[in-house]
């Protein structure tokens, strides 16, 4: 049933000319449903919404719709939590509430956060952390409303001076005659909360009316062992495509604190399987994946080192960057590279910090997740060679193709790896949860310490999903220096990144 003339004529309309609402629903095409039925529907409808000439009452409706269908067509929205809502409605009657909120364009929609509730020269009534970045902070009033005060769903100037004017609010009234920026009102009535914004300007002038989206409060969505991961710092040495994401994931997970080192810069190239967009095209990738973690979790903590572990960098650089990441409750290298995993290697083993590294193999047909724990598992040097040596025993050659894995350094002769976003999203989604795991400490849900885990019918795998735990053995001591073959294996690093500083002592 709609109207011809393309008019609303009900509050139980789908939009201007759309469909009502009636008893059958719009599933009306069932044959039990005649039209004799859908007339006299609409009768009732319209008949109750409008009793007699001039009257007008609510038909209650058994239409039961979810907030997203509620606020689908609207560009204007208020998000505000159960608990500051609680307040609000418990606030004095008629007596204006400083009240300061954080507002942002994104996805063609003004997006509103309540920030404070109070004076700010007093500890607030109520108040949040600010949620988002580069936000259009905006001060205003909260009011609470009798019940029985006729509240228009459309604002206007008329009605939002007559509430203020009635109050004698000076600090609102002047900002009525005229203001150079927006003045945000939050009116409480009947336990919701509405707000408008009055345009800049002076005189009457628009007033925009938002869509209030009520969220629940601290909505759990983890599980309480989470909780202490707030207190952990974890050193992500590789911020491409895998150590972005895994980034992503202990930012979501509540990590407190993230190291993130990294050399390179974000190109176009980068974009079909990184955490990042084209917003972050041209920037460090530590600066770029910093700035979409407090995106995602403002109460992670981010500490970047614009650092090429392994390049040619300063000593002094280098050796700060190393005692930072020594520092860190893990160490996680997502770079696939032998020689930055090799400095990892050692930092995690001198300072006793567990480490985890996972690489992508060529062709996305597979990875592989590892981890290495102080004295429960062999020191990183010793568990990368059982790894490797794993890798021989089975005795089957490699038919990947060739690529670079995650270098830092450009060669113009090695091919970039070939694996889509879903490729990498695997593995670094299986290195998250082994981090997670590692830092709720307890009873690991991992019986192996690595994993050669297939994506594809090929190589050592049947197929998708087809994985191998590899097996650990004792080898090796954990601390400075412990391993066997460390200094050795170090020395020799050292050696080729900085081979004029050895040629300079052979000369003197």
Request: with cysteine; net charge negative; aromatic share 6%.
């Amino acid at each position: 049933m709609t109207p011809r003339d393309g008019a609303r004529i009900s509050g139980h309309q789908y939009g201007a000319g759309g469909e009502l609402c009636l008893e059958y629903r719009p599933d009306n095409w069932e044959p039990q449903f005649t039209g004799a039925m859908m007339i006299g529907s609409a009768y009732r409808l319209l008949s109750g919404e409008s009793p007699s000439d001039g009257e007008v009452a609510d038909v209650a409706s058994a239409h039961r719709q979810t907030v997203a269908q509620e606020v689908r067509n609207t560009k204007l929205r208020l998000i505000l939590n159960t608990t500051l809502l609680d307040i609000l409605v418990e606030q004095p009657l008629l007596q204006a509430q400083p009240f300061t909120l954080d507002e942002h364009w994104f996805a063609k929609h003004w997006l509103a956060h309540p920030r404070r509730l109070g004076s700010p020269d007093a500890p607030p009534i109520w108040a949040a952390a600010p949620p988002l970045t580069e936000p259009r902070t905006r001060e205003g009033f909260a009011i609470r409303l009798p019940d029985e005060t006729n509240v228009p769903f459309e604002g206007s100037y008329a009605f939002l001076n007559t509430i203020l004017t009635a109050l004698n609010f000076a600090p609102a009234l002047e900002r009525m005659t005229a203001s150079d920026a927006e003045m945000p009102l939050l009116l409480v009535h009947r336990g919701t909360a509405r707000l408008y914004s009055l345009a800049q300007g002076t005189g009457s002038r628009a007033v925009y009316v938002y869509r209030t989206i009520v969220a629940p409060a601290n909505e759990q969505r983890l599980s309480a062992e989470h909780g202490v991961l707030a207190d952990q710092c974890v050193a992500i040495v590789g911020c491409g495509s895998v150590g972005s994401k895994i980034a992503a994931t202990l930012t979501r997970a509540g990590v407190g604190t993230l190291v993130l080192v990294d050399g390179d810069l974000l190109l176009p190239g980068n974009l079909v399987r990184n955490e990042l967009d084209w917003r972050a095209v041209g920037l460090n990738k530590p600066d770029a994946l910093a700035a979409r973690l407090d995106d995602i979790n403002p109460s992670t903590k981010t500490i970047v080192r614009r650092l090429l572990l392994g390049g040619q960098e300063s000593s002094a650089s280098t050796d700060s960057a190393l005692q930072q990441i020594g520092q860190c409750d893990l160490i996680i290298d997502a770079t696939a590279d032998a020689q930055i995993f090799n400095l990892c290697g050692s930092v995690a083993c001198a300072e006793r910090k567990p480490l985890i590294w996972a690489e992508v193999f060529a062709g996305g047909i597979g990875g592989m997740i590892a981890r290495s724990r102080p004295d429960l598992d062999p020191p990183p040097y010793a568990a990368r060679r059982q790894i490797l040596r794993w890798c021989d025993d089975n005795g089957i050659p490699w038919t990947g193709g060739d690529g670079e894995q995650y270098s830092l350094q450009i060669d113009a002769e090695k091919p970039p790896l070939i694996a889509d976003d879903a490729d990498v999203s695997v593995i670094a989604a299986h290195a998250g949860r082994m981090a997670i795991d590692l830092l709720k400490g307890g009873a690991t849900t991992f019986p192996n310490s690595a994993y050669a885990i297939g994506m594809a019918r090929e190589w050592i795998f049947a197929a998708p999903f087809d994985t191998y735990p590899i097996d650990l053995v004792p080898e090796g001591q954990w601390g400075p220096d412990a391993d066997e073959n460390a200094r050795d294996e170090l020395g020799g690093l050292l050696r080729e990144f900085f081979p004029k500083a050895e040629e300079a002592a052979d000369e003197g």
